[in-house]
């Protein structure tokens, strides 16, 4: 990761055909949620998720059940990955019910 940490432009073929997720807590500063979904709006296979309840500190309770559909394609249609684009992939998700 430590190329891609230098605050230089993404270069959107250096993550071709990786899927990427991108997320950010829904109580975030609202700048660190616009980057977010800057970063996942340059890469070709990201996907962003904003986690209602999560801050800027990482929470594994609300974090993994996010990943774990992430890395499943549970909480996508069957073939979605094969067709993916950063523009359609962005939506607010919450991980448990209220």
Do not use: C
Request: charged fraction near 25%; avoid cysteine; charge should be positive.
């Amino acid at each position: 990761m430590r190329d891609f940490m230098r605050g230089e432009t993404l270069r959107p073929e250096d993550w071709s055909g990786i899927p990427t997720l991108v997320t950010a807590g829904g109580k975030s500063d609202a700048l660190l949620r616009k980057g977010a979904r800057a970063i996942a709006a340059v890469l070709p296979d990201a996907v962003f998720r904003e986690i209602l309840r999560l801050g800027h500190h990482p929470n594994i309770g609300l974090l993994a059940p996010v990943a774990g559909s992430f890395r499943t394609g549970a909480d996508q249609p069957a073939g979605y990955y094969a067709r993916l684009s950063a523009r359609d992939a962005r939506g607010r998700i919450r991980t448990r019910p209220r």
